[in-house]
């Protein structure tokens, strides 16, 4: 016997007296159910409610599923007109981050989802504050050395959105911006080492606070440090200990802990001169094949963003001159 909307409408009303009650564990296969068997706007807000009674049961991997499920319906023809389109991927980029961060694979899974060319405009024009968690989880993704420079197109274009400050007073209003960006961007657009410290210092009290972030605190901080050593080292071939302590933050006897299993884990070929308190980098001059690399990394992702800037300033042109 086939399921008629009338018939359905008993189901969709006891699944919203269990959610309302707190009874999600009931709730959640019920809106299944109802969506497998519905159509239309009243399934897709079935979806959204089946989506809720995930995250608020912390199931990450069916929350996941969930959530791409309404990913890939965002993105069809059925989703709606353009507008439309865009109006649910902010709201998914919004949900999303209580699956994402909530995963033990959500920081490379949340890339994964900002960086696609799709999520990059909500993020640049209707959610311009989400670039902290883009920052965030490029930080503490594994491969978070080949995200950066990936992520540093999404930076600049939070600058141009919120206006950044000229260079001579290049942190003036740093305090009115996103630590975990300013971190990225002072450490690598401007190559400024103290800001990108005293922006390091800013991101510990901030991701205290923040409900997505404050699990991954200290994680994140470990990793803020990693990448701010690596950059630091890159340009000096020996560094003062303490100059360095003082850079991550770190009293002396911390910093030579820290040092000697971060050169192991790294790999650096690096050594600790004990008598002169430095340590010592080996330079290895990059081959043409790593330079090559270095510089075509993330061509492609930059073309798509262009791409997508240039489109949006054909649109504006061709509505201002028809208006």
Known sequence: MASTPRSLTPCCAFARVLFESGDYARAGPLLGHYRQLGSGAASSAAQWGRLACDILLQHSESALAQLQKLKE??????????????????????????????????ASLACDWFLDDKYLEPVHSAAPHLARYLCAAAVLAPRARQLVRDVLVIVERHDDVHGAPADADEHADASERDPVVVFLRA???????DGARDALVRCEAMLKADFFLGAHAARFLASARALLFEAFCRVHERVDVARLAALLGLDAADANRWLVDMIRDAGLDAKIDAAQNQVVLARRAQTPHERVVAQTKGLAFRSTVLCGNLARV??????????
């Open 73 to 106: 319906l965002a993105d069809s023809k059925a989703g709606g007109a353009a507008a439309e389109r865009l109006h649910k991927r902010v709201w998914l980029a919004h949900w999303a981050l209580f699956v994402l961060f909530g995963h033990p694979q959500g």
């Open 187 to 193: 450490l690598y657009v401007l190559h400024d080492f």
């Open 314 to 323: 054909q649109a504006q042109a061709k509505a201002a001159s028809s208006s």
